[in-house]
Every structure is written in C-alpha cells, then in structure tokens.
C-alpha cells in the first residue's frame, strides 16, 4: 500500500500571502489529521477530518483552516502568513479517527515565511 | 490539563548498549491512550506502539520494549544492543478518551547511536 504523500515537499512564501498544501492518506483511511511542528513548541494537534467533516480542532487562529474531499485527500490552508507560521506540517492519516488509533505519518511539507 | 514530560532532550549511547527513553504523563482521565513514535531524519513519524490505560501489560516487540506504570504514570520505552538505525528523535504521546481532546506529544528525546 502506498503510504501517506504530501505537496509539496518544500515552500518558500512571504508574509501575508495564503498557501495550501495537499495530503493523500492511505487508501482506505478516512480520518486525516494536521500537526506543525517547529523546534520551539514541538508539534502540535491542528485539526482532524474524518469522512469530509472536522471532528476536532487544535488552539491555533481562524488564519488555519483545512478541508477533506470525499476520497478522504486533505487540504489546509493558512492565509495571512506570519514568519511564526515556518514549520515542518505533518498530515496523518488513520483507519479510524478520533486520534486514540495510530497514525501514519506522511513526510511533511516545510514551510518557510520569510 | 493533560501533559507529557520527556525529560531527556538528548541522549548519547555506544552501539550495542541498552537505552530507556522516559515518558511521564498528566491526565485526570481514567480512559486515555498512550503512544511512541520515532522520527528518522528523513522527518516522518513512524508509529511505535499504542497501549490503553487499561492494559498494563509490558510488551516486547524484538529489541523493543515498554514498561507502562499506571502508579507512577510513566510510558518508558527501551532499545535493547542498539543500532546506529535507531538514532532518531522518538515521542511519547497521550490522547484521552473524550471526543474534544487532543493528542499531546512530548517535547522528544534525540537518540544518538555512536558506532
């Protein structure tokens, strides 16, 4: 089975644009979570999506929001970049969801704002 | 509030030595999850291990093992000989059982494997 892909890979953006980056969980998995990590806070619980709705949501601002399409790829999007924003962002996917299943993790997409 | 303490931010051994990585964890729930995963260099978790609180039971994995310690809320994992392929940064986590909580991932211990 492939694994969890992300896109892309890399991204260079300046403050106060939006970017979106894309995540295809495994096949079969319906829940798909979003972490940021960084080196100050460690990684960090974004939101989680399962079968297209948002089941749970970290304390980030309104700025992070995401979406799931009906074949279980995920999407977040963060508008307004701060240089805080720079980050390693992580999309897991998982057969069940609620979060107390495991988790595959995808590569990750590093973001920088410069 | 839930918490996770990993309080060894970084640990060295020689190749072939046994190493416990330590994980303490705060939760008021009686139902919660616990978990360990590894990150390689390449920057993709990979999933260790998940244990309930309900089942204490140590579990041995090849080179691998966990002590969970419900009385003194600790989820230590050990490496047994190891290798220069287990250098990463590994992660306790806990998820409780409620539909609003969120996992908490320890800060990490960094795990250098010196040949």
């Known amino acids: 089975k492939a694994g969890v892909t992300q896109t892309p890979r890399y991204l260079i953006k300046t403050r106060g644009q939006q970017v979106t980056l894309s995540c295809s969980p495994i096949?079969?998995?319906?829940?798909v979570s979003w972490y940021q990590q960084t080196p100050g806070q460690g990684l960090q619980f974004l939101f989680e999506y399962f079968s297209e709705t948002q089941r749970n949501k970290g304390n980030f601002p309104g700025r992070f929001s995401g979406r799931q399409f009906s074949n279980s790829r995920s999407e977040m999007n963060v508008s307004t970049l701060e240089l805080g924003d720079s980050a390693l962002y992580l999309c897991?996917?998982?057969?069940?969801?609620?979060?107390?299943?495991?988790?595959?993790f995808g590569p990750g997409t590093r973001l920088t704002v410069t | 509030a839930q918490k996770v303490t990993q309080a060894q931010t970084e640990i060295s051994v020689v190749e072939k030595e046994d190493v416990t990585l330590d994980c303490v964890y705060e939760?008021?729930?009686?139902?919660?999850?616990l978990f360990w995963y590894k990150q390689p260099p390449s920057g993709e978790l990979v999933f260790l291990i998940r244990?309930?609180?309900?089942?204490?039971q140590n579990e041995i994995s090849g080179r691998y093992s966990w002590n969970f310690q419900k009385s003194t809320s600790s989820f230590n994992f050990t490496i047994t000989a190891s290798q220069v392929v287990d250098s990463a940064v590994y992660f306790c986590a806990l998820r409780g059982s409620n539909r609003d909580d969120k996992i908490i991932f320890g800060k990490g211990t960094r795990l250098h494997i010196l040949p």
């Open positions: 096949s079969g998995h319906r829940s």
């Open positions: 939760t008021r729930d009686t139902t919660y999850y």
């Open positions: 897991a996917s998982s057969p069940q969801g609620q979060g107390i299943y495991e988790q595959y």
């Open positions: 244990r309930n609180s309900f089942d204490e």
